[in-house]
């Protein structure tokens, strides 16, 4: 008996300590063979249609032609542009210089290589007789009685009628308009014009310009002993010292730097 109970004992221990014979059938027998089908296999073979090709520009594609050297819009005296305020000259609350009794400013400096001064002014009386002069001299006179001149060229309307005076002759041309009007002046070696928009224009030959000297710009007018209404109002001015810039019908492409 004691041997059959030592021999029952001996089997169960050999079998405890070889543990079970195989896995549960309920575990995976061997983990996945590859991953997930969900993930993507490769990147993108190329960028987006829709990305940009090119960085924009930041370079505008119009290009002023020209600068202007020195603009005024009259509204109030400014000293780094003329000498000194004339004895009847008058700056409104509405942005315009008034001048009677033929008074004329001169630039505080003077300008080589003029070629375009460009003006607005309101002509709404018979004798307003609004004048632009170019001198060579700091100190400019004009006589009405003869329309002589020295060393300088003058731009003006006497009343009805426009003229354009040079060192030795001038032209004029019937000029009875009025409203908000703007006149052009351009200069060459050997030509001088005088445009207005209402009237059309007058040109001259003269070689006034041909030797690239200094000159000093006057503007003013007003009739001499008139009435108040016979002022001549600016409303702005802009002297133009290089080549190339527009004529008034494309002045927009034209940009402004205050002297």
């Keep these: 008996m004691l041997v059959l109970l030592f021999i029952l004992v001996c089997f ?7 543990g079970p014979s195989s896995l549960p059938t309920f575990l995976p027998s061997s983990l996945p063979s590859s991953s997930p089908t969900l993930l993507p296999t490769s990147l993108p073979s190329s960028l987006p249609t829709s990305l940009p090709t090119s960085l924009p520009s930041n370079i505008p594609t119009q290009i002023p032609t020209c600068s202007v050297d020195v603009y005024d819009n009259f509204d109030y005296y400014d000293s780094s542009i003329w000498n000194e305020l004339c004895s009847f000259c008058v700056y409104s609350s509405l942005s315009t210089l008034s001048t009677t009794e033929n008074s004329l400013m001169r630039t505080s400096r003077s300008f080589t290589d003029l070629k375009m001064i460009s003006a607005g002014y309101i002509r709404d009386a018979s004798c307003n007789n609004h ?32 003229y354009l005076v040079g060192l030795s002759h001038g032209v004029s041309k019937s000029c009875p308009q009025y409203g908000n009007l703007t006149m052009e002046l351009t200069f060459t070696d050997n030509m001088i014009e005088f445009y207005d928009d209402s009237c059309g224009t007058l040109s001259l030959s003269e070689t006034f310009f041909a030797s690239n000297e200094n000159y000093y710009v006057y503007i003013g007018g007003g009739a001499v002993g008139g009435e108040l209404s016979d002022e001549a ?9 290089e080549s190339g810039c527009d004529s008034i019908s494309n002045s927009s492409n034209i940009t402004y730097a205050t002297d």
């Design 12 to 18: 169960s221990c050999k079998a405890f300590a070889e």
């Design 131 to 162: 004048m632009i002069a170019i001198s060579i001299d700091d100190v400019f006179t004009f006589s009405f009685e003869s329309y002589s001149t020295i060393d300088a060229v003058v731009f003006f309307y006497d009343c009805e009628y426009k």
């Design 233 to 241: 109002q600016w409303n702005w001015i802009s002297i133009d010292v």
